[in-house]
Structure formats: C-alpha cells, structure tokens
C-alpha cells in the first residue's frame, strides 16, 4: 500500500488542535493543491476564502457552534462562485448568459467544483501531518455568513475546512460496507443492502460504546431517521436563489 492510500485511509475529522501556527508555505501548498483539482470544463468555479481574523473566527463560532471553528492554525471557507464568469462578460453578453449561470446545472458545477478542491486540500494537509474538520455547520446561518464575507451576487458559502496540528488522536470511524455503496452496472435493489446496513449498524454500535471519548448508545439507521425527521435550514433555498442561482 502505497503512502498516498494510506493517507485516505487513516483520515478522520479533528476537533482539536495545537497552537501551533502553519506557515505561510504551509498554506500556499495547500490552496495550490487544491487548484490543481479537476473542475469542469476549466470554469473552476469556487473561491476559496482563508480566515486569520480571529474575530471572524468568533463570529463564524456563533454560526456554527463547534469551539474547532474558533481554535485552529487556519481555516479555509470554499464558496460556490459563478460571479466571476458574470463579471466577464459585457452588458448585452450578459442577458444571454443569465439563464445558464442561473441554472441548477450550474449550481451542481459549482458545488463539485468546491469538493473536488477541498478534498485536494484536505489530503495535501494530512499528508503534511496536519489535521482537517470540514464544518458544513456554517450554513446553520447562511444569511449570516454571506454578510460576514461580502459575497457578492452569484457567490454563496458551502462550507469550511478547519486545518492545525491534532491535539487528539481519534479512532477511525467506520464507513459503510462496501457492497452497499458499490454497485455495478445498475442500482441494487434496497432488499440487497439491508444485511450490509444491519451489519453496520452493529459495528457503529460497537465503535460508539468502546471509542476513547463521547461513548454512547447509537446506530447508523438511528441517527439517519433522527437527521431527516426534523427540517433542517430550510433558508438555504431562498438565499442560493436570492443569489441569482438555481432558480431555473
């Protein structure tokens, strides 16, 4: 197994970390790995925003409510960004344009994009010994971060990535089995994937009752049914639209 495989393997999320600074160098590596990632038909179209304010770091906390958000050496926010292909264009190119950036086509483009770079970055910063918690929790108030970043029309907030020298050292979550991810040449009825789904939920089971901290008693199916049962930023919709994406 070569170091590369081994480094995707031995990911986990990291909640604490040092204070240990990273380096200028450090972080140029980083975003210029996450560059080189592919992107559709060379639009690249994300930004990537790198937070050293510590007080911005406080403000983005309040939005998050994970302490990782304001205790890091760096924190990278990728943003889905059409805007630059807007500003390209003249006026009268622009009318002919509208359509297609305001398109959900689009707005998918735009979030592989960004997720394609951030995974770039985040295997740049682990093998680098570094550790990486992407927070998704920043659109628990998407209002509230666009206003923090100024993000103009056609640019909306995905998510972050929180990035420092590990302070902890946790257990590898596991993933679910591979034959109920992995399909092949067609989709596999769900009859088909219920063993595999029974046999991680013993595992998550197990892996949360005997980790190192935060035990409890809890499955897979459990914490899925629980996510979906209750409505959960129901204003990301109106803000992207509000943005001058996906409303076509």
Known sequence: MNQVIQTLLNHRSIRKFTDRKLSQEQIHTIVKSAQQASTSSNVMAYSIIGVTDQNLKNELYKVSGHTHVKNNAHMLLFCGDLHRINQLANTEEKQYMESNLESTEQLIVATIDAALAAQNATIAAESMGLGICYIGSLRN???????????PGHVIPLFGLVIGYPDHNPEIKPRLPIDS????????????????????????????????????????????????????????????????????
Do not use: C
């Open 181 to 248: 991810i992995y399909h092949e040449n067609k989709y596999k009825p769900f009859a088909e994937q219920e063993q595999f789904i029974e046999a991680y939920d013993n595992e998550m089971r197990s892996y949360y009752g005997n980790r190192s901290s935060n035990t409890k008693v809890d499955t897979w199916t459990d914490q899925m049914i629980r996510k979906f049962s209750t409505p959960t930023r129901m204003d990301v919709t109106p803000f992207v639209k509000s943005k001058n994406l996906n409303k076509r």
């Open 141 to 151: 108030d998407i209002n509230r971060v666009n206003e923090l970043l100024e993000l």
